[in-house]
């Protein structure tokens, strides 16, 4: 099922970071979400590979909150 309304998502607290990469792999497909808040998830720099790639293919998302998980900057440079 793809999403075609949803427009923000807020997920902070639900240790989305233990399935980043199932989570990554579904925001591939998603055509309309504009904001995404994964505050407080437990995600960790290896994950921001697969974040990387699902943003490739991703063209509507313009804000994603990373706050309180734990980032350093080699993931932070991951996604640029």
Known sequence: ?????????????NQV?????VFSEALK????????????NQIESKDMNF???????????TSIDLTLNQIDEEGVERLT
Not at 17 to 21: A, D, I, L, R, Y
Not at 29 to 40: A, T, W
Not at 51 to 61: I, P
């Open 1 to 13: 099922i793809v999403n075609t309304t949803l427009k923000s998502l807020i997920l902070s607290s």
């Open 17 to 21: 970071g233990k399935e980043m990469k």
């Open 29 to 40: 497909y998603n055509k309309s979400l504009v904001f995404l808040d994964l505050c407080y």
């Open 51 to 61: 974040l990387s790639d699902s943003l490739k293919h991703n063209n509507s998302l």
